[in-house]
């Protein structure tokens, strides 16, 4: 049997190439995918014997150098198919999908889950920090039995049906396949006495209080991470980490874009035509004065250098972009309606052009109907 081409490969192929032959293969022809299919054992079955002499250097080298199999003792591949290590190979090029889970073991100990908090805040928290105290639900380790889960005076005891291990063997076919002990769920140990408290799980739901520092310059999708802060680990191992995501609310001036703020000025017509000096107010509670030229434009936009938001990666100030928007005067007397009338009569008779973009569109218009 020509191991290269058993497993689709030419000769001198990578460790890689190998093992990503060997990967396709196996998926294709293991018998937890293929069930009884005698043709698709035999395949994976050489798979494997060339896999076993291909991914081991010395053997590969041999190969190579006199083309046998032989290598001494009768051990090798040739021999038969030999299932000893093959959990290892399986672990080494799927990890858990055919060998099972590693064993966890009494001895081990597991990280706690992780938590997630929204923390919504106002555009000035935001901006400037703020120290916030929240209110979360999570597992905290039991303190009557320390996390141990057994009655305080007592302590777990190694399972007997997996020896500790927290993995039973199962033999099928031509393989022996790990599973999660059925007694002790994979811990490698069971509790004669649980705790009166928690019940064995050596943790208990609580309430708690923890104070975030939240730092200058977050915006809406930032995280903050706090290392220690999640859930309990198992079997006395450290906590998890708790996230803080911060969620922006609405403001009723200002909208941010990143470092920058944006808000809108209401210029009355006069203002804007005359001109007139307006005070902006900016995030720290100061105001600012900005003079607006005669006949200004809607949508005209003013930029207030270093009047936005700090970054909380550094670097410099954002801006403030003040947008003047023009009101149209609502709910005029009869009067006041007729003084307009006179003057807008006044503006169309004038040889000046007053309305530089209506003259525009007009003329546009003329073009387009041509």
Known sequence: MD???????????????VKKAFKKKAM??????????????????????????????QKKSMYDQY??????????PAGGFNTSGFGDV???IFGDIFSGNQSRGSSQRYKGADLEYELKLTLEEAAFGKEKLIKIRTKDTCDLCNGSGAKPGSKPVSCSTCNGVGQVRAQQGFFTIQQTCPTCS??????????SKCYGNGAVDTDKE???????????GDRVRLAGKGEAGINQGPSGDLFIRVSLLKHNIFKRDG????????????????????????????????????????????????KGVKSVRGGNIGDLMCSVQIETPVNLSAEQKDILMQFDDKL??????????????????????K
């Open 90 to 92: 399986f672990e080494d």
């Open 28 to 57: 294709k022809y293991h018998p937890d995918r293929t069930g009884d299919d005698k043709s698709a054992k035999a395949k994976f079955k050489e798979a494997k014997e060339a896999y076993d002499v291909l991914s081991n250097p």
């Open 348 to 369: 169309k008779k004038s040889k000046k052009k007053h309305s530089p973009k209506s003259e525009s569109w007009v003329d546009g218009l003329k073009k387009f109907f």
């Open 186 to 195: 994979g811990k490698g140990t069971v509790i004669s006495n649980p705790c």
């Open 259 to 306: 470092t920058n703020l944006y808000c809108e000025v209401p210029l009355s017509f006069a203002e804007a035509a005359l001109g007139s000096e307006v005070e902006i107010p900016t995030l720290n509670s100061n105001k600012v004065s900005i003079e607006i030229p005669p006949g200004t434009q809607t949508g005209k936009y003013f930029r207030l250098k270093g």
């Open 67 to 76: 083309g046998t199999t032989d290598f001494g003792g009768g051990g090798g």
């Open 210 to 220: 923890i104070s975030v520092s939240v730092p200058a310059g977050v915006d809406t």
């Open 3 to 17: 191991y290269y081409e058993t497993l689709g490969l030419t000769k001198g192929a990578s460790d890689a190439e």
